[in-house]
């Protein structure tokens, strides 16, 4: 007989490793903050003790759910000028805001918040880019949730940083100070082909190499930035980045709505990420990224949800039924992205982005216990034949019942076990007031 620190038994187990495999009336043992075991709910007593169990009769449980792209702390601009051209809403409204208020207790409120609502969506891991990243850490851990902290790096100044040199030595000191914090890891994170010089660049190149961390980068977002890189460098992104080493295993290519046929060959060969923001991309009218066409070029597609101000919603479920439903309706075939194939998006596909697939993504013994638990017995859930397919088509992040960051408890039915809602809300509406200030045009109503 074996001693565990938690045993969670399930109706269904969807460890998403094997694909497509769904395991009924199974259960996952806990220890020292690892998956242990996963074996049929009848052979655990005589296997295993514990003095917490937790029986979920009704619920699927699923590896946590991983957002491959955001902007955590812009959670305090969800709703600011909305239904606004892209250009207009950053140079308008969201930069005039950044500049006059982005500050270290701005970035630390903001990606608090941010991880209340991620985590109640069953989202475990974020890799985030946003200035203050040292904020975004200090919250991630006050949070008890697993980041991938953004070295963002960007020519112009800011309230963080004076220039790109400054950015990228900030950013390296706090990962070099933070890298053996286990539920923090982190990427450079240059902003975009149109922020970043070619010098800069380089120096990303190398850097990245030397630290062996991804790099996490806008690209091909709009059909403005393509002709803009044609004008000023003769090259479309894709190919300038190329051109200056940054294509490879370890580049994370954020949006991807514009890609030529070329290119999504050159990102399958490069053996490139791709983080897929479709509620993002269509608010902000950016184009539809071709998911199934990537996939089958051998390109790794992770699904991200972008930054509450593009978005309004940090819901990777949401991202989920969207990115499957797209690719039917847009490739005329409704046997692209199975369901299955969604789920492994949402977690393996993201954390192997990441770097992180040989600890979290998928709920195989000794993994990090990164887990989340869908309460599958909802009337509107009512009746289920296939819960991997209600996990994509039918349940809402509204269903999320119970979350497990390194095995821990962070949420318990439905309520946040280390963070406090109350005081979460009164600090956002503290920086509404604040942004209100800067910003007179935002919160309109027109009667």
Excluded at 232 to 239: E, K
Excluded at 321 to 341: F, I, V
Aim: aromatic residues 6%.
């Amino acid at each position: 007989m074996q001693d565990a620190d938690r045993i969670i038994d399930a109706r269904w187990v969807i460890p998403v490793e094997p694909a497509a495999t769904l395991l009924e009336h199974h259960s996952v043992v806990v220890s020292q903050g690892r998956i242990a075991d996963v074996l049929p709910t009848a052979q655990v007593d005589q296997r295993y003790r514990t003095r917490q169990r937790v029986m979920l009769a009704g619920h699927a449980l699923i590896p946590g759910l991983v957002n491959l792209h955001t902007h955590a702390a812009m959670s305090l601009m969800r709703g600011l000028a909305d239904d606004r051209a892209l250009m207009d809403w950053l140079n308008h409204h969201i930069w005039p805001v950044e500049t006059r208020l982005v500050s270290h207790e701005f970035v630390h409120d903001g990606t608090l918040h941010a991880c209340a609502e991620m985590l109640r969506g069953g989202i475990t891991c974020f890799n985030d880019m946003y200035f203050f990243p040292e904020a975004a850490a200090q919250a991630a851990l006050q949070a008890h949730m697993r980041a991938a902290i953004g070295m963002i790096v960007v020519e112009f100044p800011s309230p963080y940083a004076a220039d790109a040199a400054d950015y990228l030595s900030k950013g390296i000191a706090l990962r070099d100070a933070l890298r053996e914090e286990p539920l923090l890891s982190f990427c450079i994170a240059p902003h975009a082909p149109f922020t970043v010089s070619d010098a800069t660049f380089e120096r990303v190149a190398v850097y990245a190499g030397k630290l062996d961390v991804p790099v996490h980068i806008h690209l091909h977002e709009t059909g403005n930035e393509i002709h803009d890189s044609l004008a000023a460098h003769q090259l479309r992104p894709i190919r300038r980045l190329q051109k200056l080493g940054l294509l490879g295993p370890g580049l994370i290519a954020v949006h991807a709505t514009h890609l030529a046929a070329e290119e999504l060959a050159l990102l399958g060969e490069y053996g490139c990420h791709v983080a897929h923001c479709p509620s993002s991309n269509l608010k902000l009218a950016s184009g539809i990224a071709p998911v199934a066409q990537l996939l089958r070029s051998g390109v790794n597609v992770g699904l991200g949800t972008d930054g509450a101000a593009s978005n309004n919603r940090l819901d990777i479920f949401t991202e989920m039924r969207l990115a499957a439903l797209l690719a039917k309706g847009t490739g005329s075939d409704p046997t692209a992205l199975p369901a299955h194939t969604v789920l492994e998006m949402a977690t393996l596909n993201a954390a192997r982005a990441l770097g992180l697939d040989d600890r979290i993504g998928s709920l195989v013994k000794g993994k990090f216990a990164d887990m989340t638990a869908v309460n599958l017995t909802a009337p509107e859930l009512a009746p289920c034949y296939d819960p991997l397919s209600h996990l994509v088509y039918a349940a809402g992040r509204e269903h999320v019942s119970h979350v497990w960051v390194n095995g821990e408890p962070v949420v318990e039915d439905g309520v946040l076990t280390r963070l406090d809602a109350a005081e979460l809300a009164a600090k956002a509406n503290y920086w509404k007031e604040k942004i209100r200030g800067v910003d007179p045009g935002s919160g309109k109503i027109v009667i």
